[in-house]
């Protein structure tokens, strides 16, 4: 037993070798050998050539890193100087670049003249001498409960809109028109201006619509007089709608209209002789009470911003 296997183990010599030769020339197929089998399972089951190359940029990154290079900042809260520009409301963004560029706007005291320069929080920006405030525009709206005034502050101490919108963003807002104490609904704040210029002016008409309970029963010759005009101390108002709501209940309308008269829609149906006994504004300029509860408030999105901006 000991002679045959030191023969096997001994006659691994030129024999095999040959046959292996003579079978490769006669074009057979042979499996590869288990060494080889194993570098291939290997080199699949290792990172790819790609993989290994975005890992050596990595670990150059560690070791820069680590020799004190400073970590990237995805937190910059700086912007361009014309957008600052524009912001403020001086010009619009290209016609900043020309302001920049003549020398007339400066930074901290010194002029600046560099397109793409960037201001930072803090800086203090001048325009031609006079310093700039380019605050973040802010949208807030709010679905007011009764009770409350729309005012700023009151001298008497009444609970006041404001309070319920000062947790809502840093930079100071302002109610856009009003709404009584009494009158619940929708009320937008914001610090843009030229927007609430534009949704306050009579030229621009922003609809609102408004859900209305009475005292009595309105009846079909009411709600065509209400649509035809009817005359008050301040002119002639009109609704452009006026129809019944919920399920037909003659002491409930919904009117819709354009006119930021004060107490419009009381003095209205109080000229024919009815007097309204709740109040509800259910949509300004396009935006609804939708997902908003009572007393609450929520920011626009950026696409009801663009939409009140491109209303005519």
Not at 3 to 21: D, I, L, W
Not at 45 to 52: D, F, I, L, T
Not at 140 to 147: A, C, E, S
Not at 167 to 185: F, H, I, N, Q, S
Request: net charge positive.
């Amino acid at each position: 037993m000991l002679e045959m296997n030191t023969r096997k183990v001994g006659g691994s010599g030129n024999a095999p070798r040959k046959k292996s030769s003579e079978g490769r020339r006669s074009g057979d197929k042979r499996t590869p050998s288990k060494s080889r089998t194993g570098r291939k399972k290997d080199e699949n089951s290792g990172p790819s050539r790609k993989e290994a190359k975005a890992k050596s940029r990595f670990i150059d990154y560690k070791e820069k890193i680590r020799k004190g290079d400073p970590l990237p900042n995805f937190n910059d809260d700086s912007i361009r100087l014309n957008k600052y520009l524009s912001n403020a409301g001086v010009c619009s963004r290209r016609e900043a670049d020309v302001l920049i560029k003549t020398g007339v706007v400066s930074v901290n005291g010194v002029q600046v003249v560099e397109m793409g320069f960037k201001v930072k929080p803090g800086d203090v920006v001048k325009y031609d001498g006079e310093s700039i405030n380019a605050e973040k525009k802010r949208y807030v709206l709010l679905n007011k409960p009764k009770g409350f005034i729309t005012t700023m502050d009151d001298p008497f101490g009444r609970k006041t809109v404001m309070g319920l919108v000062k947790k809502a963003c840093k930079e100071r807002v302002y109610p856009v028109g009003r709404l009584d104490k009494e009158t619940t609904g929708l009320l937008l704040f914001t610090n843009d201006g030229d927007l609430a210029k534009k949704l306050t002016h009579p030229r621009h008409k922003s609809s609102k619509v408004y859900h209305v309970e009475l005292n009595k029963k309105v009846s079909r010759e009411d709600i065509q007089k209400l649509l035809t005009g009817i005359k008050l101390e301040d002119g002639t108002s009109f609704f452009d709608k006026a129809e019944f709501v919920k399920d037909g209940d003659p002491k409930q309308v919904g009117v819709e209209l354009h006119s930021g008269k004060n107490r419009i829609v009381r003095r209205t149906f109080e000229a024919i002789g009815l007097i309204v006994t709740k109040l509800d504004r259910v949509t300004f300029a396009g935006l609804t009470k939708k997902d908003l509860p009572r007393g609450m408030y929520r920011h626009l999105t950026e696409k009801e911003v663009a939409f009140l901006k491109m209303t005519k």
